[in-house]
């Protein structure tokens, strides 16, 4: 029933801008906490960026100045724009949510992944 959808990812030289989706769909009465993490090839999953449900925003200090997450509560939506981007941020993202829904809350849920990939 609850699924998150990446997209926005592709190939990018350095200093180029992508901006990632995440959407929710599903029978959602409610998102929490929204998040943006990224795991590069052989490395740990890291955090990149945070949102609360009244838009407070925290961010890895790696990306500070450079991406900006948003949500758009009415669609159920999550954006990360990404600007300046380095080698170092190539990795596949992450949406992550807390979703109510079908009266069960799913926490910590994961979408699939969308690869992102900065390179001359």
């Known amino acids: 029933q609850v699924q998150l959808v990446e997209s926005g990812g592709g190939l990018v030289q350095p200093g180029g801008s992508l901006r990632l989706s995440c959407a929710a769909s599903?029978?959602?009465?409610?998102?929490?906490?929204m998040g943006w993490y990224r795991q590069a090839s052989g490395k740990e999953r890291e955090l990149v960026a945070t949102?609360?449900?009244?838009?407070?925003?925290n961010y890895a200090d790696s990306v500070k100045g450079r991406f900006t997450i948003s949500r758009d509560n009415a669609k159920n939506t999550m954006y990360l724009q990404m600007n300046s981007l380095k080698p170092e941020d190539t990795a596949v993202y992450y949406c992550?949510?807390?979703?109510?829904?079908?009266?069960?809350?799913?926490?910590?849920?994961w979408g699939q992944g969308t690869q992102v990939t900065v390179s001359s």
């Open positions: 992550n949510a807390d979703l109510w829904s079908s009266e069960k809350w799913y926490l910590h849920y």
């Open positions: 599903g029978s959602i009465f409610s998102i929490n906490d």
């Open positions: 949102i609360t449900s009244g838009g407070s925003t």
